[in-house]
C-alpha cells in the first residue's frame, strides 16, 4: 500500500517559469516531509524538508508547501532552471528517521 | 565533503548465485539503511541500523536476503540465491544519531541486473 503518492511522473516547464511538483500521503502520523532530488547514476540528494507544526518552508527557490487537512504536498521551484532537470522524490516519516518514499516525478526544465 | 560509499556501481549476475554489496556510511553517523529501489518506483527500506543492531528488518526477505554492521561502521547487504525480481538498485543511506535529523544521506547505489 502506497502511503506516499507522486500522481504525476513526469513534468515539463520552460526555463525562469515555475514548477511545480505535487505530493499525497495517506497516513495521518506522517510529522516530517522531505523532497529528495535524484540526477542518473547518483544516489537521491536531499533539498528541502519541513516540520507538520509548519504550512511553508522556504530556501532559495524552493519552497514546499503543506496542507495537513489535505494531506498534501507540493514542491515550488522558481525560476526553474535547466539544472533543476532531475527526478524528484517526495518522502514523509513519522519521526523515528523511517522514511516512506513516492515514486518521483521526473522535472524537465527546457532552455 | 562526505559521502556514503558503495561499492561495485554496477552488478550483474545470474539467477540463483549469491551477490553481496558493501555500503561505508558517512563517519559519525550512527543510523544505516539499505534501500531497493525497482525502476520507475521510489527507494523501499529493507532494513536499518542503529549502530551494530538491527532496528527494522520487516521488509527484509529474510529467506535470501541478509545484512550485517559487525562493528557499527561499515555495512555488506548479500542476496543468495539471487531471483530476476531482485534487479534493481540498491542504495545505502546513512543519518546522524538524533530524532530531528531525518535528513538521511545516500550513497550512489548498485544496480544489480539478474540474469
Known amino acids: 500500500d502506497q502511503q506516499v503518492k507522486q500522481n504525476s511522473p513526469s513534468l515539463s516547464v520552460q526555463e525562469g517559469r515555475i514548477s511545480i511538483l505535487n505530493c499525497d500521503y495517506t497516513?495521518?502520523?506522517?510529522?516530517?516531509f522531505l523532497w529528495y532530488k535524484k540526477y542518473p547514476a547518483e544516489g537521491p540528494t536531499f533539498l528541502i524538508s519541513?516540520?507538520?507544526?509548519?504550512d511553508k518552508n522556504e530556501d532559495g527557490r524552493f519552497t514546499v508547501f503543506l496542507n495537513k487537512s489535505a494531506k498534501h504536498l507540493s514542491l515550488h521551484i522558481v525560476p526553474s532552471q535547466p539544472g533543476d532537470s532531475a527526478v524528484y522524490f517526495c518522502?514523509?516519516?513519522?519521526?523515528?528517521?523511517?522514511?516512506?518514499f513516492g515514486t518521483g516525478t521526473r522535472l524537465t526544465v527546457i532552455p | 565533503e562526505a559521502e556514503v560509499a558503495q561499492s561495485p556501481r554496477y552488478k550483474i549476475t545470474e539467477k540463483s548465485q549469491a551477490v553481496a554489496f558493501w555500503c561505508d556510511p558517512i563517519?559519525?553517523?550512527?543510523?544505516l539503511y539499505w534501500y531497493r529501489q525497482i525502476l520507475g518506483q521510489g527507494p523501499e527500506l529493507l532494513v536499518q541500523?542503529?549502530?551494530?543492531?538491527?532496528?527494522?528488518d520487516s521488509q527484509l526477505p529474510k529467506d535470501r536476503f541478509s545484512a550485517e554492521r559487525l562493528k557499527g561502521v561499515d555495512s555488506t547487504l548479500k542476496i543468495q540465491p539471487a531471483e530476476l525480481g531482485d534487479s534493481a538498485m540498491y542504495l545505502c543511506?546513512?543519518?546522524?544519531?538524533?530524532?530531528?535529523?531525518?535528513?538521511?544521506?545516500f550513497g550512489p547505489g548498485t544496480r544489480l541486473t539478474v540474469l
Open positions: 543511506a546513512s543519518s546522524p544519531r538524533g530524532p530531528s535529523y531525518n535528513e538521511q544521506f
Open positions: 497516513n495521518s502520523m506522517f510529522d516530517y
Open positions: 519541513i516540520s507538520s507544526i509548519k
Open positions: 518522502a514523509a516519516a513519522t519521526g523515528a528517521n523511517n522514511l516512506f
Open positions: 563517519s559519525g553517523h550512527a543510523t
Open positions: 541500523f542503529q549502530d551494530e543492531s538491527v532496528v527494522d
